[in-house]
């Protein structure tokens, strides 16, 4: 089941560079999408959302871009911190389902 | 902060044991869901709950799985006759309304490592 896909399983980013992770879907009935964040021994952690209305949604240094037509959405996170070194992970949803679909991870270092 | 907790935080198992993983979801939420990670692989999908019955489930939720809201607090998932493809770490989530759309995210808990030996 590849409906959600990360395809850059790690970064590396400098701190106070950006980052930008990516994320690619097949299943056009997607309408929600979702970035979490998942340090290790931990569950994922919510970090920011979009809907299939909108093309961008910003909160302080995350910004989620959605390209529908191209069913592609990208997390920036500017400035990149240390604290930001995790495993995040894109998540899509449809509007009369009740479950995520998530891409496989992409891993994220930011190095001081 | 209200969050989801879960217990054990590892659970080892021999093959063909029984096994419950508990979960207390946020207090006012009302969609509780269970999900999987295989270590390696993706975060998938088990099965959601609300208002007392499946919403929906994934082919991955056999005659094997249950889930259960023994009281107002816990959310429970069995699994009857373990296998060690079952070994996993088990993520239960909740949310306050179905999850799509404004406000509808899932909070995960920390997860309990499920080893089948």
């Known amino acids: 089941d590849q409906q959600v896909k990360q395809n850059s399983p790690s970064l590396s980013v400098q701190e106070g560079r950006i980052s930008i992770l990516n994320c690619d879907y097949t299943n056009s009935m997607f309408d929600y999408f979702l970035w979490y964040k998942k340090y290790p021994a931990e569950g994922p952690t919510f970090l920011i959302s979009i809907s299939s209305i909108k093309d961008k949604n910003e909160d302080g240094r995350f910004t989620v871009f959605l390209n529908k037509s191209a069913k592609h959405l990208s997390l920036h996170i500017v400035p990149s911190q240390p604290g930001d070194s995790a495993v995040y992970f894109c998540a899509a949803n449809t509007a009369a389902g009740n479950k995520l679909t998530f891409g496989g991870g992409t891993r994220v270092l930011v190095k001081p | 902060e209200p969050e989801v907790t879960q217990t054990p935080s590892h659970q080892v198992t021999q093959m063909g044991q029984e096994v419950i993983l508990r979960c207390v979801p946020i207090s006012n939420h009302l969609y509780f869901y269970w999900y999987r990670q295989i270590l390696g692989q993706k975060v998938e999908f088990l099965v959601s709950f609300y208002n007392n019955e499946i919403s929906e489930k994934s082919e991955i939720f056999d005659d094997q799985f249950s889930v259960e809201r023994p009281d107002g607090s816990n959310f429970t998932l069995k699994i009857r006759s373990t296998k060690l493809e079952d070994s996993a770490m088990y993520f239960c989530?909740?949310?306050?309304?179905?999850?799509?759309?404004?406000?509808?995210?899932?909070?995960f808990g920390q997860g309990t490592r499920l080893t089948v030996v």
């Open positions: 989530a909740s949310s306050v309304y179905r999850t799509g759309g404004t406000n509808t995210e899932a909070f």
